[in-house]
């Protein structure tokens, strides 16, 4: 198992080409290389030209950091048909960069429309008719997060459509912050998954269904909203021995292709101490259940 920081706290601060570096004064010894303006975008081409992928190589080669994971959120389950074909054609850029990274996973998210999900499913698995040869071809493993406001967002029935694609190269993404969104039932979804969960992102949340429901209030009421965070670990409500013996019961720490990501993103202004933090108590936790 490959442990990686998520830079995103620090896109603000620092430059694509300081992460490397960045990450090693942190204590990484990989990283996960998320949507950057400079770099894969959101939704959009991507923007790094074949100088600026070699670049960051050679960035991450001088820092002694490691790719663990290339994240693109591209718009590919789109029930707009317009938006689906030119994210399977930003795919194929982003699949070109993996391979030029020397990097072998891909994690990303579902990316269709809650309120039209039956179109988007259509549209997920159009383009992966389209594109699962090419990740087969490279060598390419993609890891799929249900993720909070899209077409799939309860756990079992993402582990379903990945199983549905029917290839070896498609597999699961647990983001523990999402856990409330998912189901709730994160042992339930661990053990479904065996093999398939090969990433996990790591951060904490409140239990936004607490409280009645009225832990978080959004006006007028019956807003179509997802609400969740993404805290340093013992912020929120997540059960984090169950999570990483969770872990631990379907082999996940003594498997080489799996990687967990410290992914904290409310807490900015002292980014440096939690992403500490979050690896040191990471740790404890595998240790304590390896």
Same mark, same amino acid.
């Given at each position: 198992?490959?442990?990686? &920081?998520?830079? %995103? !706290?620090?896109?603000?601060?620092?430059?694509?080409?300081?992460? *490397? =570096?960045?990450?090693?004064? /942190?204590?990484?010894?990989? &990283?996960?290389? %998320? !949507?950057?303006?400079?770099?894969?975008?959101?939704?959009?081409? *991507? =923007?790094?030209?074949?100088? /600026?992928?070699?670049?960051?190589?050679?960035?991450?080669?001088?820092?002694?950091?490691?790719?663990?994971?290339?994240? *693109?959120?591209?718009?590919?389950?789109?029930?707009?048909?317009?938006?689906?074909?030119?994210?399977?054609?930003?795919?194929?850029?982003?699949?070109?960069?993996?391979?030029?990274?020397?990097?072998?996973?891909?994690?990303?998210?579902?990316?269709?429309?809650?309120?039209?999900?039956?179109?988007?499913?259509?549209?997920?698995?159009?383009?992966?008719?389209?594109?699962?040869?090419?990740?087969?071809?490279?060598?390419?493993?993609?890891?799929?997060?249900?993720?909070?406001?899209?077409?799939?967002?309860?756990?079992?029935?993402?582990?379903?459509?990945?199983?549905?694609?029917?290839?070896?190269?498609?597999?699961?993404?647990?983001?523990?912050?999402?856990?409330?969104?998912?189901?709730?039932?994160?042992?339930?979804?661990?053990?479904?998954?065996?093999?398939?969960?090969?990433?996990?992102?790591?951060?904490?949340?409140?239990?936004?269904?607490?409280?009645?429901?009225?832990?978080?209030?959004?006006?007028?009421?019956?807003?179509?909203?997802?609400?969740?965070?993404?805290?340093?670990?013992?912020?929120?409500?997540?059960?984090?021995?169950?999570?990483?013996?969770?872990?631990?019961?379907?082999?996940?720490?003594?498997?080489?292709?799996?990687?967990?990501?410290?992914?904290?993103?409310?807490?900015?202004?002292?980014?440096?101490?939690?992403?500490?933090?979050?690896?040191?108590?990471?740790?404890?936790?595998?240790?304590?259940?390896?």
């Amino acid at each position: 198992m490959k442990i990686a &920081l998520d830079p %995103t !706290p620090f896109h603000h601060s620092h430059s694509l080409l300081e992460f *490397p =570096r960045l990450v090693a004064e /942190l204590g990484y010894e990989y &990283l996960q290389l %998320t !949507p950057h303006r400079d770099f894969i975008p959101f939704f959009n081409h *991507p =923007r790094a030209d074949d100088a /600026l992928v070699a670049a960051f190589r050679k960035a991450c080669a001088d820092a002694g950091v490691g790719i663990a994971s290339v994240l *693109p959120v591209l718009r590919w389950s789109g029930p707009d048909e317009d938006a689906r074909e030119a994210a399977v054609r930003y795919w194929k850029r982003v699949i070109q960069i993996t391979v030029d990274l020397g990097v072998n996973v891909i994690n990303t998210e579902f990316s269709g429309r809650p309120e039209r999900a039956e179109e988007s499913e259509r549209a997920f698995f159009r383009s992966m008719e389209e594109l699962v040869p090419i990740f087969e071809r490279e060598g390419i493993d993609v890891r799929i997060d249900p993720h909070p406001d899209d077409f799939v967002e309860d756990g079992m029935e993402a582990l379903r459509i990945i199983r549905g694609v029917n290839s070896p190269n498609i597999g699961m993404v647990c983001v523990a912050c999402h856990t409330y969104h998912m189901g709730g039932n994160m042992l339930d979804i661990m053990r479904a998954a065996g093999d398939k969960l090969r990433l996990v992102h790591v951060a904490d949340t409140m239990d936004h269904h607490a409280s009645h429901g009225l832990r978080y209030i959004t006006n007028p009421p019956g807003n179509p909203v997802r609400v969740h965070q993404h805290l340093k670990i013992g912020d929120g409500d997540i059960n984090w021995d169950e999570f990483f013996s969770g872990l631990a019961e379907i082999g996940f720490y003594d498997r080489p292709d799996t990687v967990m990501v410290s992914s904290v993103f409310a807490e900015d202004e002292n980014a440096d101490e939690v992403s500490r933090y979050q690896l040191a108590t990471m740790t404890e936790y595998v240790t304590k259940y390896r």
